[in-house]
Nanobody, 129 residues
Framework: QVQLVESGGGLVQAGGSLRLSCAAS????????MGWFRQAPGKEREFVAR????????YYADSVKGRFTISRDNARSAVYLQVNSLKPEDTAVYYC??????????????????????WGQGTQVTVSS
């Protein structure tokens, strides 16, 4: 079992920055990917960024490239999302997620919410104009 707890969300003005954290516990080595997703009111949950744990390879949604950075801290079993140059359209609940070790994703499929088994409770990011 893997437990995920997000923190770091808040209210920020457009152009500002936040650092979101995701603390993982349990059998984290069984998860090959960890990712960040977000969901705004009335919209489906969408991919933001992901990291392949074994190599550190990162992937980003086009909408956040150059502004957001995902990183890992293997010693602390944590993943972070540095969000810069925030825009009002970034307002959403941000979720940390991890894949199930017994069900590997492949390629672009690893950017789909259905590829992730473990989810945190979410942290709210609100960007004012």
């Amino acid at each position: 079992q893997v437990q995920l707890v997000e923190s770091g969300g808040g209210l920020v003005q457009a152009g500002g920055s936040l650092r979101l954290s995701c603390a993982a516990s349990g059998r984290t080595l069984s998860s090959n990917h960890m990712g960040w997703f977000r969901q705004a009111p009335g919209k489906e949950r969408e991919f933001v960024a992901r990291i392949l744990w074994s190599s550190g390879r990162t992937y980003y949604a086009d909408s956040v490239k150059g502004r957001f950075t995902i990183s890992r801290d293997n010693a602390r079993s944590a993943v972070y999302l540095q969000v810069n140059s925030l825009k009002p359209e970034d307002t959403a609940v941000y979720y940390c997620a991890a894949t199930w070790g017994g069900r590997d994703c492949s390629g672009d499929g690893c950017s789909e919410p259905q590829s992730y088994y473990y989810w945190g409770q979410g942290t709210q990011v609100t960007v004012s104009s």
